[in-house]
């Protein structure tokens, strides 16, 4: 069945660094979407990627689609503290979670 | 307000005593699904449903029990619970599967003693 796996599963960081989590799928993707979960809560929707080679920003989150359609990257720019939090990818269909990356950040 | 409500949000429960996990959405979505959370393994699918009266296996289905009898409601059983059980639950939902936002509950934190 379909599988995503997501790198780092962790990251540490100091702010005003830059911190990037990767997603990559076993098979191509129609689609890929992105979720944050902050501590203590539930996952919430940033994002859908849906073209090949996809760029989307949003404010200092810049998401990518490759061009394959098998993987995806998550890039944020220049952290603050707001951005702690757990980063999910998720592939379409019965919507298969990637394991998440943690983000914590040293202020 | 559009939502996914889950209850209890907090459960403390001990072997084999059932229990059903209530999971509503005030969306008319036609996709529902639960997942557990357990750290380091990230968010997995217990069961999804498709419409009412069509639920099927997600990747960790053991244990667990879904009904859907109406679009808005989708419960999940633990006929007979066990310790790795243990674990954080999310609904979810979304209008169409392959596209569209997914809307998550608060989550249901269980504890099977």
């Known amino acids: 069945g379909q599988q995503v796996m997501q790198i780092p599963q962790y990251q540490h960081v100091q702010e005003g660094e830059d911190f990037t989590t990767y997603c990559n799928s076993s098979t191509t993707l129609s689609n890929i979407q992105w979720y944050k979960q902050r501590p203590g809560g539930h996952p919430v929707f940033l994002i859908q990627l849906v073209k090949s080679g996809e760029v989307k920003k949003q404010k200092r989150l810049t998401f990518q689609f490759g061009e394959a359609k098998k993987n995806s990257s998550l890039h944020i720019t220049a952290t603050q503290t707001t951005d702690v939090g757990t980063y999910f990818c998720?592939?379409?269909?019965?919507?298969?979670f990637g394991q998440g990356t943690r983000l914590t950040i040293n202020p | 307000e559009a939502q996914v409500t889950q209850n209890p949000r907090y459960l403390i429960t001990v072997t084999g005593k059932k229990l059903t996990v209530t999971c509503s959405q005030n969306m008319n979505h036609e996709y529902m699904s639960w997942y557990r959370q357990d750290p380091g393994l990230g968010l997995r699918q217990i069961y999804y449903s498709m419409n009412v009266e069509v639920t099927d296996k997600g990747d960790v289905p053991e244990g667990y029990k879904v009904s859907r009898k109406e679009k808005r409601n989708f419960p999940l059983i633990l006929e007979s619970p066990s310790p790795n059980q243990t674990s954080l639950y999310f609904c979810?939902?979304?209008?169409?599967?392959?596209?569209?936002?997914?809307?998550f509950g608060p989550g249901t934190r269980l504890t099977v003693l």
């Open positions: 979810a939902s979304k209008g169409r599967l392959n596209t569209d936002t997914q809307y």
């Open positions: 998720a592939g379409p269909q019965k919507l298969v």
